[in-house]
């Protein structure tokens, strides 16, 4: 069995429910993480400007990030995946629900 699903580890979801489908996505996304062994944390996304801020606030907290959303939701995101020097980030993967 491989150690992804050995281990327990944390992800933090932010799916914008207003996106076509994210609304929907968000609870079959949380069942395919706990099957994959993840505690998943959720955050609202109705406000893409705070993405950044959010994903800043939970880096030390979780193994990865996923965002789900259209094109705006994804750009917001990308500036609080960026690294500081020396600093790990989780942003690992990136879904895309049009």
Do not use: K, W
Request: hydrophobic share 35%.
């Amino acid at each position: 069995m491989s150690d992804l699903l050995q281990s327990r580890r944390r992800a933090l979801l932010l799916v914008n429910r207003r996106a076509r489908r994210g609304h929907q996505s968000v609870s079959e996304a949380v069942q395919q993480l706990q099957a994959l062994g993840f505690d998943a944390i959720e955050e609202s996304t109705e406000q893409p400007r705070r993405l950044p801020d959010l994903i800043r606030r939970y880096r030390h907290q979780v193994d990865l990030v996923i965002v789900g959303g259209g094109d705006g939701t994804l750009n917001a995101a990308v500036e609080g995946c960026q690294q500081q020097p020396r600093e790990r980030s989780a942003c690992q993967i990136m879904l895309y629900f049009a």
